[in-house]
């Protein structure tokens, strides 16, 4: 199995363990940071703040970002992003030791610095595992990688609520030793062969030109331009279905924490989809792997349009998160397949961009959509939308096969 080639690769182990252990610490101060502020003004307004702060560097240096992951060596990168991470969680546990004046202040801009780290690490991670981990592997390590996202949602949450209970600090403490630990990982990599070169790196002359570049490859792929509008608008479709489910759990007298399990439980089902797509894309064309994951959530979404059932809510979210994190890792062979080494991270990018967009948009539309038209016609539209969009994916070029490149084999 090709799993059992990755456990023989030290770089990727050195790689992936790295930097899923910082993405626990990062996971856990998204809790502490919103959690801080409200507890220091009593402002929901301001712990939005904060919120916004970290998510706001998603939207704007994704294509930066890719840049850097094409003209610069990836570890390198890598290296510089854990101290610039550990720098500012550790001015944030500092002032919160101390009890700094303008800590409100100190707070919101440290979780726009973290937030600017998670982007430029999750790019130029991407172009990493493809310099240290041969074609045949990339299947599972794509899996592994994917499976990074669950498990810090799923006990980097919970760990850092909880620690924040024992002291105000600790969570900055802790993210800050998992940055530490990150770095120690980085810098055993052995050299990476697939660096490129000076020679093979895009010139620098033409910013603009770069990020045409990323959006003309894009563009230029029938798959990926079609793929990447249905994740935009499925990323859409799931934000009001999170939205949903909060509201109508909290309006049913249920307590945060229950709701916190029923969310949380998409990170176990994000465990268990990452287990199991290697075997999947080894078998079934990345497009029908796709087109499946689009008509799974839209049965998934049917039981949470009937029922107000915290564990039906927490079956069928369980399943939304495995589904995803299956089509994240075709999708994400798929571009490795198809993209050239040189403009990876640029395209990855201008992609994301999309993205992340969607889920911004989503998640601020949601709430109209809740006030506006109510719990039960909002179910039944999200569910609507996304029948829509399996729909489409069998009748559009989703559905073409002609430019698919065969799966790759996990053996």
């Known amino acids: 199995m090709a799993s059992a080639g990755l456990r023989a690769n030290r770089n990727f182990l050195l790689l992936w363990s790295g930097h899923a252990f910082s993405k626990l610490g990062f996971h856990g101060v998204r809790i502490a940071y ?36 094409d003209y610069g060596d990836r570890i390198r990168i890598l290296v510089r992003c854990q101290l610039v991470g550990l720098a500012a969680t550790g001015l944030v546990a500092s002032a919160i030791y101390a009890r700094l004046p303008g800590l409100v202040v100190i707070a919101v801009a440290a979780a726009f610095v973290e937030g600017c780290v998670s982007v430029f690490v999750d790019v130029s991670e991407l172009a990493a595992v493809r310099d240290v981990v041969a074609p045949e592997h990339r299947p599972a390590a794509f899996s592994f990688l994917e499976a990074e996202q669950p498990i810090a949602s799923l006990f980097g949450r919970a760990a850092g609520a909880a620690v924040y209970g024992v002291a105000r600090w600790l969570p900055f403490v802790a993210n800050a030793v998992s940055y530490l630990v990150c770095l120690i990982t980085l810098m055993l990599i052995r050299q990476v062969s697939g660096t490129p070169s000076a020679a093979d ?14 959006l003309r490859t894009v563009w230029s792929d029938r798959f990926l331009r079609a793929s990447t509008a249905m994740i935009a608008a499925s990323n859409a479709v799931i934000q009001v279905v999170l939205l949903l489910i909060m509201v109508e759990l909290a309006g049913s007298g249920y307590s945060a924490w229950i709701i916190g399990l029923v969310l949380g439980s998409a990170g176990l089902g994000g465990i268990l989809g990452a287990a199991g797509a290697t075997r999947l894309i080894a078998r079934f064309p990345i497009r029908l792997v796709y087109r499946a994951a689009l008509w799974v959530w839209t049965a998934l979404l049917v039981p949470i349009a009937l029922s107000t059932n915290p564990f039906v809510f927490a079956a069928c979210w369980a399943g939304i998160g495995g589904i995803g994190v299956v089509s994240n890792v075709a999708l994400t062979v798929y571009r490795v397949e198809v993209i050239p080494e040189q403009i990876l991270g640029r395209a990855v990018a201008a992609m994301g961009l999309f993205w992340n967009a969607a889920v911004a948009l989503g998640a601020l539309g949601a709430g109209y959509l809740l006030s506006t038209l109510g719990i039960m016609v909002t179910r039944w539209a999200a569910l609507a939308a996304m029948l829509a969009l399996a729909i489409c994916a069998g009748t559009s070029i989703v559905a073409h096969r002609s430019a698919t490149p065969a799966p790759v084999s996990a053996r």
């Open 34 to 69: 919103p959690l801080l502020v409200l507890t220091l003004t009593d402002s929901p307004a301001a712990a939005g703040w904060v919120g916004f702060a970290i998510a706001a560097p998603s939207l704007i240096f994704q294509i930066p970002a890719g840049i850097v992951a």
């Open 201 to 214: 790196r895009p010139t620098r002359h033409s910013t603009a030109r770069s990020i045409a570049d990323g």
